[in-house]
């Protein structure tokens, strides 16, 4: 099994699904207008997005009239970022970089949406904390996401994560299965298997991968971040409803530099 906190090869070697399966979805869109109302409640106007993958909040975001910088530390995931700014004429800085080190400048706001900080180990995240703190301006926002420990630990709510999902790109047709367990330390594992189907050709495994993720309660992350120099100013679920200790699947925290 992979260590815990060395970032997956499998961002780069199967970037392409990645976006197959994360383009212009519901969930997508959700995630997308929850983060953009933070930002206009907060009056940001500069925005550091440290996990940016394809790109998908810095396309929706500049849309939205917000100054964007992105970053990630996977070569194939802004490949595809880059390609789709140069296909609709965007005008976008995309920065090769590690959420814990980089130094990008100063902005109103940093964020890491879609579980990114789950690749880190407890004490990665703490160094990538303090690092955003630098990258911000006085008062600025850091937000970000994650899967509810206590959400994934009460009942039989791990086995809701089980997935199995179809995709398509041209004439190839993409299948992914996924199922998850989790430890005692709230490492979640995910076990995840593609298959490929090029035009009417028999179905092929092209990928397994195994990725980790460390889950926080709500608590856990107002405590590390007070730390490390913020301070939480709110907490919610990723369509922006109220907080719930054990049935809010996905945490969204915001918090302020001090």
């Not at 100054?67 to 004429?89: E, W």
């Not at 630990?153 to 998850?180: A, C, F, Y």
Request: aromatic share 8%; with cysteine; hydrophobic share 35%.
């Amino acid at each position: 099994m992979m260590k815990h906190g060395k970032i997956p090869v499998w961002y780069d070697k199967d970037s392409e699904f990645e976006e197959i399966f994360h383009k212009d979805t519901t969930n997508e869109r959700i995630t997308n207008r929850t983060i953009e109302k933070i930002l206009k409640k907060y009056k940001v106007k500069t925005v550091l997005d440290l996990t940016c993958g394809t790109g998908s909040q810095v396309f929706h975001l500049l849309k939205r009239g917000f100054k964007v910088t992105g970053s990630d530390i996977s070569k194939g995931m802004l490949k595809i970022a880059n390609r789709k700014a140069k296909q609709d004429k965007i005008k976008i800085r995309f920065l090769r970089g590690d959420m814990r080190t980089i130094q990008a400048g100063k902005f109103d706001a940093a964020i890491t949406i879609f579980n990114a900080i789950g690749h880190l180990t407890k004490a990665g995240f703490s160094k990538a904390m303090r690092n955003i703190h630098r990258n911000l301006n006085e008062g600025g926002i850091y937000i970000f996401d994650i899967l509810n420990l206590n959400y994934v630990l009460d009942k039989d709510n791990i086995m809701k994560m089980s997935m199995e999902r179809m995709g398509s790109s041209g004439n190839i047709k993409v299948r992914e299965l996924q199922h998850s367990i989790i430890d005692n330390d709230g490492i979640l594992t995910s076990y995840t298997i593609f298959y490929t189907q090029k035009a009417k050709k028999t179905p092929k495994v092209s990928s397994k991968n195994i990725i980790t993720l460390q889950l926080y309660t709500a608590e856990d992350l107002k405590k590390m971040l007070a730390k490390n120099g913020f301070k939480v100013i709110h907490q919610c679920a990723i369509d922006g409803s109220k907080f719930n200790g054990k049935k809010t699947e996905r945490i969204v925290t915001i918090a302020k530099k001090k």
